[in-house]
């Protein structure tokens, strides 16, 4: 994979095979977003390990979630609803994602969204209010495993 930099020093994803535009408009969301420095781990770490828990009524066994993931869902969860409760909606909701790095650059392996209205009369999603809870799990969903 031959690496390209930009004009700041990163390294970008490379065009390959005519998705030049593609590319250019990803590394401009990446860097727009500062999804590099904002990103945080998705799941609980030990001992290079990703650690499991309990969950659910039959307590199946789970990856756990990063405590850093739970704050940072949980506190763009309160700035959406601040937003609703002052009707002065500026987000639609928040884009989520797992990503990996190669070579310093940010690949997406699955994007996901939690929109700020439900269905209804524009009431606030139950996803985005759920998150503001300090007890329970934010949600937020992983895409399937593989059958």
Known sequence: MTEHTSDDGRVMLPPTHGMDAKVALWNAFVASHRISEECVPLFEVCDGRVQTMPYGRNERIILERSSQMDALMRK?????????????????????????????????????????FGRGARNLSANIRDLKRGGGRCEGRAPDPPS
């Open 76 to 116: 763009l969860g309160r700035q959406l609803i601040d937003e609703y409760n002052r009707s002065q909606v500026v987000h639609d909701g928040l884009i989520y994602m797992m990503l990996t790095r190669e070579h310093d650059c940010v690949v997406p392996l699955y994007i996901g969204k939690a929109e700020i």
